[in-house]
């Protein structure tokens, strides 16, 4: 009998017993494993919430809400990944003042696990970022960036497996092109590796080699252009083995995730909230046994 | 009860037993986007831990230095906006005195980018705090000497981007498919072969945004003063903003 379907007999049988005998046997979505994945990007240095008289977003955002927030679904669910798509820095004098130390210690405090470096955290130089590597708890990870010959060296991951509730979840990162966005005295010689290339080998990796169930890319890349520009879209459909691409530097306020079809003809995830720190993304994946999937295929709820 | 144990142990066995088969995959996904609003109340303990550098900030940022009598942002204009203008002659009228000390020189233009404007201002009070918000970068105004086939570089730069790229000292106006159809700097015409003196940022002048054209400049001169802090300056010799909206760069 497939479990699905005994759940469903067992639940009638059950509902005959009294309410007191079922508090200790709450039900579960019937699914074998939930993974929650939280998402930020370019939270530029906004540690305070927007004030009521602000011209564009009164009342939003916040560090402290966020906390909360985050706080609240992990109780709910502790097979839950924190993750953030760059620019953690510049934008309020938090940053001028503070280098981005305040920036890191909140995110470590919120247990962030992973983060990927936008154009705007090389502000203070790669020298300034590295500074203020002390006081991240998370990791930093990218994968097309070439950092050999800079002070970064051996400071970033290529890639990382989160291990939650038994399920492999494989990160890696990818950021934008830094010649003319950023000056090059800044960057010094970070070397910008294709994406693309990248990003099939990375998830190859993570997929094949080391048996992640999911793969997720951390991007700055942007969710879109008009011009020939590598976007988070053009990315979703050029590769495969990607399941979830998590965008920023666009500063795109997607109220869903965009699905795309990648190479391989499967669907991927591309979602992006904004800036500012005045959204949570959340993206719950529900696994389950292959054979029990089979029959109905992959329910996508956006 | 007896009959709920027996379904327990079967449930938690099935359990077991499906576990075996660790060949999982994703069934189902769901998206969504959560707002972040007053209605989640702030965690104390992270709230705690900002107070004193909050606190630091505060008192340097928030003396008044000025009244703004109405919002500006920067979407508000075509080719040019009230809050473009402001930042565009904030450095003509800040940095031409410091660059005239220097070299004896004047700043002819000024452009800054589009981009480069990372906040509104709201009406009221204006403080240190509106500038870094409209200004959180540490770049520095250069002023580049360059010829006057590059400032027509400068113009097909425009005429690509479309863009409302504040400017001053230049009068620039295109026909409705943003071709330029006179172009005029301190109200004379651009000679190819004389030189000009075009205040910028330093991020731009090393080829941000792609203006190109500011690269191997003639001559280039550093006046170590922030772009920030000629706004801050400025709003501290000001009472009242009053930058609009004009006709400096505009299409008909």
Redesign the interface.
Known sequence: MKRRNFIQQTSAATAFIGIGGLSTFSFKPNYKKHITILHTNDVHSHIEPFGPDDSRNPNMGGVARRATLIEQIKNENPNTLLLDAGDIFQGTPYFNFYGGELEFKLMSKMQYDAATIGNHDFDNGIDGLLAQLPHAKFSFISSNYDFSNTVLDGHTHQHKVFTKDGVKIGVFGLGVELQGLVNDSLYKETKYLDPIEIAQDQSRILKEEKKCDLVICLSHLGYKYNSDKVSDLKLAKATENIDLIIGGHTHTFLEKPTVETNKAGKKVLVNQVGCYGLYLGRIDFYLDDKNNIEANGLKIEV | ?K??KL??C??FA??IL?CK??????????????????K????????E??TP??E??NK??DSTLAYNPR?M?KSDGDLNTAIGNLMADVVMEQAGPVFKSRTGNEIDMVLLNHGGI?A?L?K?KIST?SA??LM???NEIVIAEISGAKIKEMLTYLERAKTAHPVSGIQIIMNKNYKVKSAEIKGKKIEKDKTYFVATS??LQ?????MLFFKNPVGLTKINYKLRNAIIDYFKKVDTLKVTKDNRFIRQ
């Open positions: 009860m009959l709920f379904i327990n079967v449930f099935l359990i499906s088969d660790d060949s999982i995959e994703t069934a189902k996904v769901k998206g969504q986007r959560i707002a972040i609003d007053n989640i109340e702030s965690n104390a303990e992270i709230k831990f900002i550098f909050k630091h900030l340097t940022l919002a942002v990372r509104g709201n009221g705090r870094y918000a959180p970068f540490e330093d991020y090393q080829g941000g945004d792609n």
